[in-house]
């Protein structure tokens, strides 16, 4: 790819770092609190919802901290919708906080998609209908009380008590803002940083399911211990980078790697002709994003995190970490590392092509419905990366809008799992959704319409992002990448329509689980899942222009 096709995916802003000379006094950061607004008000609730535990009575804390916490979703992506509007997502783009954050159309795009998705998230987190009442108090899907050992008396007394583990909804908003900063970061360690605050409250979310807490225990140290993994490879490849560069600013790194960089630090000028720290820097980076988003080989957290942490909270992350790691990653190889697109090219084809087929073939073995899904995930994030490899404003696009359509639908698919119960909580065995369609018509219809668009149908949103970033790819000299994208999503197809006939086309047993009525809270959840699959799937131009306007990141 020619370096004009590189440099047409920026454009330049001003409000990078300037270094003050020797002997000039200090200058106090300025900080464009407006710009980051979205940010700031996620984060000044969280602090509140902090506050709340603290000195709100425990029976008023739940109501509070719902209302509290769609509140800032809602103001945050007001501010999305206001900055957008000031053309801060065009003309207007700019790096901002003293060169740590960019303001501009991907960075606006993902973070409308990552708030609005969290706030359907929530409406999960908030449904305490689905449960008995225990001792006269509803329930939701969290431990009683989250640091009493299972099955203890501690417990015992929590549950009697009526407590409930409302501390949730301000973990959600700390990782809602990890999540805005993660895919706007302008500089390596705000990267970094970002990552760490996003995942260290879904560390905690995935370990607080109020049944099978001690799966939902091993499932919240395995993703622990992998993600520490991922954070040290990242950060390896950070000290790396910086030892190349002299710099962990993206603009600076990306002039140093393309040969336009002005001034050469005489303590740097060995470093920086040593391609091999690029080049492992850069690979050890890519490593910890790929960890994210769930690509083969890094996939292996996946399964088990989704199969064990509290369905809210896998509807959560299945949906929102892929959004703000796909937009890390799309910001590293765009402005960062152009450079290297041809030394990237055969690694990351390679990764996307297992993490195709991988995902399509294994999930053919799953008999839980959430390893499956999360099989799923995995295939997904293997297209996605197809529109990644496309290195063109077509593939931005292409990406920006899979990614759209595709959180919604999950969130949508987790939240009719949390419907279908027995005696012990959610029934996630695929034998007992046999027949589901006659027990429960609607809930089966919806189900199958998410199971559809995942498969990629026609007149289904998934249809409309797979053909996007299938086309841009095949536009940009990955023909293969399609065929092999195609075959996996034909392979996909085989155990989605395998469940749609498990519910339609079976007996339901005697014994077999019942489909709970859920509060208007998840109804508006699933709701909005079927709308947008069905809406983008029917009428998809005008959000494809909206991400095709929103392609240009700003270096």
């Given at each position: 790819m020619s370096a004009t096709a590189v440099h047409s995916l920026w454009t330049t802003a001003g409000g990078g770092v300037t270094t003050a000379a020797a002997g000039d006094k200090f200058t106090a950061p300025t900080i464009e609190y407006a710009q980051l607004a979205?940010?700031?008000?996620?984060?000044?609730?969280?602090?509140?919802?902090?506050?709340?535990?603290?000195?709100?009575?425990?029976?008023?804390?739940?109501?509070?901290?719902?209302?509290?916490?769609?509140?800032?979703?809602?103001?945050?992506?007001?501010?999305?919708?206001?900055?957008?509007?000031?053309?801060?997502?065009?003309?207007?783009?700019?790096?901002?906080?003293?060169?740590?954050?960019?303001?501009?159309?991907?960075?606006?795009?993902?973070?409308?998609?990552?708030?609005?998705?969290?706030?359907?998230?929530?409406?999960?987190?908030a449904e305490r209908r689905l449960d008995p009442a225990s001792h006269g108090n509803r329930v939701d899907s969290f431990a009683a009380q989250a640091g009493s050992v299972p099955g203890s008396d501690g417990e015992k007394a929590a549950v009697k008590a009526g407590f409930t583990t409302t501390e949730v909804f301000p973990l959600v908003l700390f990782s809602v803002a990890g999540m805005l900063v993660f895919p706007a970061a302008n500089d390596l360690l705000t990267l970094f940083i970002a990552l760490e605050v996003f995942s260290l409250p879904l560390y905690l979310l995935c370990a607080v399911a109020r049944r099978k807490?001690?799966?939902?225990?091993?499932?919240?140290?395995?993703?622990?211990?992998?993600?520490?993994?991922?954070?040290?490879?990242?950060?390896?490849?950070?000290?790396?980078?910086?030892?190349?560069?002299?710099?962990?600013?993206?603009?600076?790194?990306?002039?140093?790697?393309?040969?336009?960089?002005?001034?050469?630090?005489?303590?740097?000028?060995?470093?920086?002709?040593?391609?091999?720290?690029?080049?492992?820097?850069?690979?050890?980076?890519?490593m910890g994003l790929l960890f994210k988003v769930g690509a083969v080989p890094f996939h292996m957290w996946t399964p088990d995190v989704y199969q064990g942490a509290p369905t809210p909270v896998t509807g959560f992350m299945a949906a929102a970490t892929k959004v703000a790691a796909f937009g890390a990653l799309l910001r590293l190889l765009y402005v960062v590392l152009p450079g290297l697109t041809w030394d990237l090219r055969p690694v990351m084809w390679g990764v996307a092509i297992v993490t195709m087929l991988g995902g399509a073939i294994v999930a053919i073995t799953q008999t839980d419905i959430k390893r499956l899904l999360a099989y799923s995930s995995i295939a997904h994030a293997g297209f996605i990366l197809a529109g990644v490899i496309a290195a063109s404003?077509?593939?931005?696009?292409?990406?920006?809008?899979?990614?759209?359509?595709?959180?919604?639908?999950?969130?949508?698919?987790?939240?009719?799992?949390?419907?279908?119960?027995?005696?012990?909580?959610?029934?996630?065995?695929?034998?007992?959704?046999?027949?589901?369609?006659?027990?429960?018509?609607?809930?089966?219809?919806?189900?199958?319409?998410?199971?559809?668009?995942?498969a990629g149908i026609p007149l289904t949103s998934g249809f409309s992002g797979k053909f996007a970033v299938f086309k841009a790819a095949a536009d940009n000299g990955a023909g293969g990448l399609v065929v092999v994208g195609v075959i996996s999503s034909a392979i996909a197809a085989f155990f989605y329509i395998r469940v749609i006939v498990l519910m339609f086309f079976s007996e339901p047993k005697a014994d077999g689980p019942t489909v709970a009525v859920p509060s208007p809270l998840t109804m508006t959840t699933i709701a909005v899942g079927v709308a947008v699959t069905l809406v983008l799937g029917l009428a998809p131009q005008y959000f494809l222009d909206l991400a095709s306007q929103a392609g240009v990141f700003v270096r």
């Amino acid at each position: 790819m020619s370096a004009t096709a590189v440099h047409s995916l920026w454009t330049t802003a001003g409000g990078g770092v300037t270094t003050a000379a020797a002997g000039d006094k200090f200058t106090a950061p300025t900080i464009e609190y407006a710009q980051l607004a979205p940010v700031l008000i996620v984060i000044g609730v969280a602090v509140l919802g902090i506050l709340v535990e603290a000195f709100v009575p425990r029976r008023a804390r739940y109501t509070t901290q719902v209302f509290l916490t769609v509140v800032a979703l809602g103001a945050a992506f007001a501010a999305v919708l206001g900055l957008a509007a000031d053309g801060y997502a065009g003309k207007n783009a700019q790096i901002a906080a003293m060169g740590a954050v960019a303001v501009d159309g991907p960075a606006l795009f993902l973070q409308g998609t990552i708030l609005l998705v969290s706030m359907v998230s929530v409406f999960t987190f908030a449904e305490r209908r689905l449960d008995p009442a225990s001792h006269g108090n509803r329930v939701d899907s969290f431990a009683a009380q989250a640091g009493s050992v299972p099955g203890s008396d501690g417990e015992k007394a929590a549950v009697k008590a009526g407590f409930t583990t409302t501390e949730v909804f301000p973990l959600v908003l700390f990782s809602v803002a990890g999540m805005l900063v993660f895919p706007a970061a302008n500089d390596l360690l705000t990267l970094f940083i970002a990552l760490e605050v996003f995942s260290l409250p879904l560390y905690l979310l995935c370990a607080v399911a109020r049944r099978k807490r001690l799966m939902s225990q091993e499932a919240a140290v395995k993703y622990f211990l992998l993600g520490a993994f991922s954070s040290a490879f990242l950060l390896f490849g950070i000290a790396l980078l910086y030892g190349y560069a002299g710099t962990v600013s993206y603009a600076g790194i990306a002039n140093v790697v393309d040969g336009t960089v002005q001034e050469i630090n005489p303590a740097l000028a060995d470093t920086m002709g040593n391609d091999v720290l690029l080049l492992i820097g850069g690979a050890m980076i890519l490593m910890g994003l790929l960890f994210k988003v769930g690509a083969v080989p890094f996939h292996m957290w996946t399964p088990d995190v989704y199969q064990g942490a509290p369905t809210p909270v896998t509807g959560f992350m299945a949906a929102a970490t892929k959004v703000a790691a796909f937009g890390a990653l799309l910001r590293l190889l765009y402005v960062v590392l152009p450079g290297l697109t041809w030394d990237l090219r055969p690694v990351m084809w390679g990764v996307a092509i297992v993490t195709m087929l991988g995902g399509a073939i294994v999930a053919i073995t799953q008999t839980d419905i959430k390893r499956l899904l999360a099989y799923s995930s995995i295939a997904h994030a293997g297209f996605i990366l197809a529109g990644v490899i496309a290195a063109s404003p077509e593939g931005i696009s292409s990406v920006l809008f899979y990614l759209g359509v595709y959180s919604f639908v999950t969130v949508g698919a987790f939240a009719v799992v949390t419907l279908v119960r027995d005696a012990g909580g959610e029934a996630t065995h695929l034998s007992q959704w046999a027949g589901l369609g006659r027990r429960s018509p609607l809930t089966a219809a919806v189900f199958a319409v998410f199971l559809l668009s995942f498969a990629g149908i026609p007149l289904t949103s998934g249809f409309s992002g797979k053909f996007a970033v299938f086309k841009a790819a095949a536009d940009n000299g990955a023909g293969g990448l399609v065929v092999v994208g195609v075959i996996s999503s034909a392979i996909a197809a085989f155990f989605y329509i395998r469940v749609i006939v498990l519910m339609f086309f079976s007996e339901p047993k005697a014994d077999g689980p019942t489909v709970a009525v859920p509060s208007p809270l998840t109804m508006t959840t699933i709701a909005v899942g079927v709308a947008v699959t069905l809406v983008l799937g029917l009428a998809p131009q005008y959000f494809l222009d909206l991400a095709s306007q929103a392609g240009v990141f700003v270096r």
